[in-house]
């Protein structure tokens, strides 16, 4: 196999002269005119992150409703509605005015998605006709504002064990909603403390006696300000970040809604009592029903790269100023992205972005693709749609904890000056701070993603539980499963990109992207193939599946982060394959090598452990990082403007110039 690039990178070759406008467009995708709206709109309100900072809490909450209901006006906040109701008819758009908006205050960010996402989402989705009609168009406006109360205080990311309970009653053909225990109150749900007047409450349906699983309904919790007879509200009080929102807590007492209430896309109750369902099994009609909530984590994933952008783009230009030390004229210190240790910090957050970006836009035209398909839904939209689910975890996951490496590896790249609040880190970092626990908590979202590679996504397995899915795992031969990852096939293949075999070449291709993406799939094929054998040795030997669960654990959440690293290297790989040649696609070269190398080197301890690495490949993948960083250094500038900030959202004139 021929090797792209047998040499090492070299400082010396000279830069690639990018087109800023040309690269924001490649970056912008089919969007770009949605990304402009709220750019535009971002910009006009500018001043909400003064306000974050001086308003007390109540005026700040006041404030973010208002540019919220006014930005609903403008369209950018409706796009994944449908027309008849005001909206725009496009899911893709939606994100990608969402993932906008995150340049900006999050808390204005977070308010649109509990309002038009969590809770138009529930109506839209979970829903039918009738919910349609009575709700979405003053939703869409702003008109009428709601929650969407699924957590409660004793579950959060066990929503199936929730406590708020809804019988049904035929005699009245009504629902009681109950909080029936103290940790059942619904807690941390936005809107909920000040400004909804509706709630989308997920509880137990109890029929007849027989509990049926979570259900949503639409409960009236507050009129005229007040709130409704049987409903008590408590404020969550101020928070860590995100303060514009108001989050609270809510009890049922006894709260009877009409039985059409009941969101009964999936299931519905007869006047007389009877439960209706197509979907017979309790646990796959539940993940069905989630299922169709996954949009919020594919706009959350967007918005945590977004956020990073943020960051990255005010401590790139500000090291391209800020001058300290080791004066290289005599006149003048050195500028602190001539560092090499500068480099090093900012320069691979700045390629992963890059890496997120475009795995971000796969996930999110999956998105579109699979909810825009009105067709009746057959095995392979099923398979498309489980697909879609895991990845939209996976990519949350890994685009939110990058988020809160970056912005805190940012503020500290640019010393005391990104301390103060007006140069943005200190809102940026408390608000996307929770950007890791909801919508899914990450390390969560990453065992549901184990759990579809480990069951490779067949349908019969939607409904287990995870002991069921560790009973199946161990009830397969440890080497069906490593056949059908094919390690053996990937270490065929890493050994056909090192010519010579480890103890060759050390620097023999090096920048070719089939090693890197080989690199890739061994470690997560092999990590996957240890979790089947792990967890099959302890089935045999005579352990509960719970305790054998919980004990592999750690590699059951390695195994999906490798999975999703893997992703995110082939949609940049495919990205760059599919651009004109051009000094951009030289440039975005550059940071795709500097991916997939910084992320070999971030874990070539593992690789050593698994003979992927020689002592002297190792050092090569390292030395080989430092010099993209150096050739990528002279672009960074660049390369940060093209996400397009608005400037008046990186607001730090000292720090960005
Ligand atoms: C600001 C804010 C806004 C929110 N908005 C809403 C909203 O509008 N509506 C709504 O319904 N909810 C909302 N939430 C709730 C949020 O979705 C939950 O906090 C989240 O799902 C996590 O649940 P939890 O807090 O109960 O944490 P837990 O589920 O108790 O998790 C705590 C820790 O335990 C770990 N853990 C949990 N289970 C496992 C396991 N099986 N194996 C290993 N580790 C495990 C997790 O990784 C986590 O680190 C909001 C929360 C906040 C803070």
């Known amino acids: 196999m021929a090797l792209l690039n047998a040499a090492p990178p070299q400082t010396s070759a000279a830069p690639p002269e990018v ?26 309100y500018a001043d909400i992150l003064v306000d974050a900072e001086e308003l007390s809490i109540d005026d700040f909450r006041e404030r973010v409703k208002d540019v919220v209901v006014e930005m609903a006006a403008t369209g950018q906040t409706g796009m994944g509605f449908p027309e008849e109701y005001g909206g725009g008819g496009d899911i893709g758009a939606s994100v990608a005015a969402f993932e906008t908006l995150a340049y900006g205050d999050l808390s204005v960010l977070v308010k649109v ?14 829903g039918t006709k009738r919910h349609h009609d009575a709700y979405l168009a003053d939703l869409v406006t702003g008109r009428l504002m709601g929650c969407f109360a699924m957590t409660e205080s004793g579950h ?95 009890w049922f007492d006894g709260v009877r809604v009409p039985r059409t209430a009941l969101l009964n896309r ?100 999956q998105l579109h693709a699979v909810f825009s398909d009105t067709d009746t839904p057959d095995e392979e939209d ?32 640019c010393g005391g000056a990104g301390y103060l609040a007006v140069n943005r880190f200190a809102a940026l970092k408390a608000d996307s701070d929770i950007f890791t626990t909801f919508e899914g908590d990450n390390n969560v979202l990453l065992q549901l993603v184990a759990k579809g590679l480990l069951t490779d996504y067949a349908s019969d397995f939607e409904d287990l539980d995870q002991l069921g899915m560790v009973r199946f795992v161990t009830g397969m031969a440890v080497e069906t499963i490593v056949e059908r990852t094919s390690v053996h096939k990937v270490l065929e293949r890493v050994r056909d990109l090192l010519p010579g075999g480890d103890e060759g070449d050390s620097e023999a291709g090096l920048l070719d992207p089939d090693y890197h993406l080989a690199m890739l799939r061994f470690r997560e094929e092999h990590l996957l193939a240890g979790v089947a054998r792990r967890l099959k040795r302890g089935i045999d030997q005579g352990a509960n599946p719970g305790e054998v669960f919980s004990t592999v654990q750690d590699h059951v959440v390695a195994a999906a982060r490798a999975h999703v ?20 696609r030289v440039a975005l070269t550059l940071l795709r090598d500097l ?50 900030v608005p400037p008046e959202m990186l607001r730090s004139p000292e720090l960005v110039g």
Request: net charge neutral.
């Open 565 to 584: 690293e893997r992703l995110v290297l082939e949609a940049f790989v495919a990205k760059v394959a599919a651009l004109p040649e051009d000094d951009n």
């Open 382 to 413: 099923d398979q498309a749609r489980r697909e879609l689910e895991s990845r939209a975890a996976g990519t949350k996951a890994l685009g939110t904890w990058h988020a809160t490496r970056t912005i805190q590896e940012c503020r500290e790249a």
């Open 156 to 250: 959060g990311s066990n929503v199936q064990a929730l406590g708020t309970v809804a019988t049904y009653d035929p005699a009245a053909q009504e629902f009681v909603i109950t909080t029936t225990r103290d940790d059942a109150r619904k807690d941390y749900i936005g809107n909920a403390a000040k400004h909804a007047d509706v709630a989308v409450v997920f509880a137990q349906l109890e029929v007849g006696g027989t509990s049926q699983g979570v259900h949503a309904f639409v409960v009236p919790i507050r009129r005229d300000g007040r709130a409704c007879p049987g409903v008590r509200i408590e404020d969550d009080g101020r928070k860590m970040g995100l303060n514009g929102v108001d989050n609270g807590r809510l």
């Open 19 to 44: 087109d800023v406008p040309a690269l924001t467009a490649v970056l912008d995708g089919r969007y770009a005119a949605v990304r402009d709206l709220v750019r535009t709109n971002l910009a006009e």
């Open 266 to 365: 999936f299931a519905d109750v007869t006047p007389d009592g009877t439960y209706e369902s197509r979907i017979e099994n309790p646990n796959r009609r539940f993940f069905t029903m989630l299922g169709t909530l996954v949009q919020g984590r594919v706009c959350v994933g967007g918005a945590g790269i977004n956020a990073a952008k943020v960051a990255l783009a005010i401590a790139v230009k500000y090291a391209d100023r800020r001058r300290q030390f080791e004066a290289r004229s005599e006149d003048e210190e050195e500028l602190l992205l001539d560092y090499g240790l500068h480099q090093r910090r900012l320069l691979p957050l700045v390629a992963r972005t890059y890496a997120l970006h475009f795995a971000q836009e796969v996930v999110a035209g």
């Open 595 to 644: 991916f997939a190398l910084s992320t070999i080197e971030a874990d070539r301890a593992w690789f050593m452990e698994h003979g992927r690495l020689t002592v002297q490949r190792s050092k090569a993948i390292s030395r080989a990082v430092g010099e993209l960083c150096r050739r990528v250094r002279p672009i960074a500038s660049d390369l940060v403007d093209a996400w397009a």
């Open 113 to 126: 998605g509990v309002q038009f996402g969590l809770f138009g989402g529930a109506v839209l989705q979970l």
